[in-house]
């Protein structure tokens, strides 16, 4: 599943950036989901303290879910981290596009109205710019610009070109063993320094649960590898290098 950001201040042009991605990658016979980031403090789905789901909440449930006739909402008492987040996405969707969301090293496209507005949002992380000033450049210091409106099947194949599956979000301490921490690596792919295949926690040993990739360092790998392979071997049938699926 392939992660990448938009991100810019109001009215800088995000939604519509946003809407035309998803349009264009929906064309492209792409299964696209989307995460909107609400920086409004007060934002509630559901601020009427006398409404059903609000009072179930109170009540102490963890977890409440609103089911209408043509949509369904699950409402957490907490903010959830992206990672999380994204795991509801996980084997549903080829690309999730977030809005908004700066507070993860993931690819980002950044809107602006002007270069004042662009050089507060840019990262080390930016590989594109759009929305209004996409209007009136073509780059910004060796960055592409691509105006979602006029040229969005350009801007569309800049992101297949350039964002990659995500990657795991290992603590540094518990893995590095490309060398760098996961963020540090998604940097280096991004700045053209490492590749994706890099990573090493994609090799070897792959666990899936109900159809979703459990990301496991190496150490964890090599743990179960060896278990497996400890009980494999004693039965007929066995060879050595064979692939060996256990499935529950």
């Not at 009540?59 to 959830?80: D, I, K, N, Y």
């Not at 073509?138 to 801007?155: D, K, M, R, T």
Request: with cysteine; hydrophobic share 40%.
């Amino acid at each position: 599943m392939k992660v990448f950001s938009v991100c810019g201040i109001s009215k800088s042009g995000k939604t519509t950036t946003i809407e035309r991605i998803i349009c264009e990658l929906l064309a492209r016979g792409y299964r696209v989901g989307s995460v909107k980031e609400i920086h409004f403090e007060a934002f509630a789905i559901d601020p009427d303290p006398a409404s059903n789901t609000n009072r179930h909440s109170r009540a102490g449930a963890g977890l409440v879910c609103a089911r209408g006739l043509t949509e369904t909402s699950l409402l957490f008492p907490e903010q959830l981290p992206m990672g999380k987040i994204l795991s509801f996405y996980e084997g549903a969707y080829d690309w999730v596009v977030l809005e908004g969301v700066s507070d993860i090293p993931i690819p980002t496209i950044v809107t602006a109205h002007g270069e004042e507005d662009l050089r507060e949002k840019l990262s080390d992380m930016t590989f594109c710019v759009s929305g209004r000033i996409a209007d009136e450049i073509q780059e910004y210091h060796g960055l592409p610009a691509f105006s979602a409106v006029e040229n969005i099947a350009a801007l569309v194949d800049l992101i297949e070109r350039r964002v990659y599956d995500r990657l795991p979000d290992f603590e540094p301490e518990c893995c590095g063993a490309c060398g760098l921490a996961c963020a540090e690596l998604g940097r280096a792919i991004l700045a053209g320094q490492r590749k994706r295949s890099d990573c090493v926690a994609d090799r070897g040993v792959a666990l899936t649960v109900n159809g979703k990739r459990v990301d496991m360092v190496p150490f964890v790998q090599k743990i179960l590898k060896n278990a497996v392979l400890g009980v494999a071997q004693e039965l007929n049938g066995y060879e050595s290098g064979c692939e060996i699926e256990v499935r529950f």
